[in-house]
């Protein structure tokens, strides 16, 4: 018997990915595609018709029609739409039908494909990824004019935020509810510390009484006995 929460997947290609949110990015600008090619004219050095247009953006729901994207056009589509080159290579969400994408690869075996966090990985890097993506960005930045660096520094670093609160987020669950606790945490050990600190002078004070105490009741016998 076959679980029935188990996902089903539909096949897409790269260059759907891409067409799908080439779709997403005109739609979240609210240009027609009239707009967006007018947009993007100064940075592909042609003029798309609307029907091109059209056809590239289609071209997520059409295996027979694909549209294959350049390294120029998506470096013009991060220029027009004002957003990283990878943004046009997240993985589309379901489908309306619920099915989620598999994105596969030149000479794949029918079925077979990346899954949607699999492309994330590929857009983001592993961890040894990164590492090597932050050694080779340093030797960038090292290059660029010093009233340069520190600009696109803010931004790597901002990318790299960003990347890191997502783990964070995937590990600990809402973060809202960590700092919280962690508020509470930390008034929790400030009372404590504020009750330890009253107690060790409470102790030290009757310490200093009970040491001095004795010496005055000498001296009181020693008075009565003369």
């Given at each position: 018997m076959t679980d029935q929460h188990e996902p089903t997947y539909v096949p897409i290609t790269g260059n759907q990915v891409v067409a799908y949110?080439?779709?997403m990015a005109r739609l979240r600008r609210g240009w027609t595609q009239?707009?967006?090619a007018e947009r993007l004219e100064p940075y592909l050095g042609v003029r798309w018709?609307?029907?091109s247009y059209?056809?590239?953006e289609r071209s997520i729901e059409r295996q027979d029609r694909i549209r294959n994207f350049t390294a120029d056009e998506l470096?013009?589509?991060s220029l027009a739409f004002e957003l990283p080159v990878a943004w046009f290579l997240l993985p589309p969400e379901p489908d309306v039908g619920g099915r989620m994408p598999l994105i596969a690869y030149p000479g794949a075996e029918e079925g077979?494909?990346?899954h949607p966090g699999v492309l994330i990985e590929l857009v983001f890097g592993t961890p040894e990824g990164q590492a090597q993506l932050e050694q080779r960005l340093a030797e960038i930045l090292r290059r660029l004019p010093l009233a340069e660096q520190g600009r696109y520094m803010e931004l790597v670093s901002h990318v790299a935020g960003l990347a890191g609160l997502?783990?964070?987020r995937n590990t600990l669950g809402d973060l809202s509810v960590w700092i919280e606790n962690l508020q509470d945490l930390t008034a929790l050990l400030e009372q404590a510390q504020a009750q330890t600190t009253e107690t060790m002078h409470e102790a030290i004070d009757?310490?200093?009484s009970a040491y001095s105490h004795p010496e005055s009741e000498e001296s009181d016998d020693d008075a009565g006995s003369r």
């Open positions: 949110n080439l779709r009239e707009e967006a018709s609307k029907a059209s056809a590239a470096l013009a589509f077979r494909g990346h997502s783990a964070v009757r310490f200093v």
